[in-house]
């Protein structure tokens, strides 16, 4: 399979149906057994507010999982992923974050965008899933345990939360909890 060729037009329709002024760009692609690598990937301008860099993302489509669920799906792995600043009002930005490495299993079906098993290890660690209706970008359900090694970034994340409307819970000092129940606003 092309992969290479198939990740490159995922990512170009992707980078389309983002919202302006927001696009998606990377240095090079490289073919690996099964999937894609893409190298330097940059988020610009997501939703407006901010971007998000990876030195790595790689992409491994998932056949059996496609068939069996009647839904793509494909694992993502990444490593050295930066949030930038966040510009949460034309006046205000709070400092970015390093989520660090780490995966998940992507699947998209009638409901939306399903995130598997999220993990990531850096200063923003998290560990769960969640589903994002992708028409309205709303979280309808999630389950995802957030932790925060960034005084500064901490200090502003209930901002974030209201700014993006995100089901975010404080259960401690750097732990969090993104949780919303299937139905539920």
């Known amino acids: ?7 490159e037009a995922v990512l170009l329709s992707a980078s389309a149906r983002l919202p302006e002024p927001a696009f998606i760009a990377y240095s090079t692609a490289e ?6 690598v893409f190298n330097n990937l940059e988020i610009r301008n ?8 990876f030195n790595a ?15 793509p799906t494909c694992r993502v792995a990444f490593t ?11 006046l205000r930005k709070i400092p970015g974050i390093a989520p660090g490495n780490g995966r998940v299993t992507i699947s ?8 598997e098993g999220l993990r990531s290890d850096g200063e923003l660690s998290t560990s769960g899933s969640l589903l994002v209706d ?12 957030v932790n925060i090694r960034s005084e500064a970034f901490e200090e502003n994340l209930s901002l974030v939360g209201s700014v ?10 750097g732990r969090w909890y993104l949780r919303r129940a299937h139905g539920s606003e």
């Not at 073919?31 to 894609?36: E, I, M, P, T």
């Not at 993302?57 to 839904?71: E, K, R, Y």
Request: glycine content about 12%.
């Open 31 to 36: 073919r690996v057994a099964g999937g894609v």
């Open 134 to 145: 992708l028409s309205g970008m709303k979280i309808l359900w999630a389950d995802v345990a």
């Open 1 to 7: 399979m092309p992969w290479k060729q198939v990740g």
């Open 46 to 53: 997501l939703m407006g507010m901010t971007d998000v860099f």
């Open 80 to 90: 050295g992923a930066v949030i930038g600043d966040v510009a949460v009002t034309p």
């Open 57 to 71: 993302v790689t992409i491994m489509p998932n056949a059996v999982s496609s068939l069996l669920g009647m839904a």
């Open 108 to 115: 998209l079906n009638r409901q939306g965008m399903f995130l």
């Open 164 to 173: 993006f409307a995100l089901p975010l819970h404080r259960e401690a000092p």
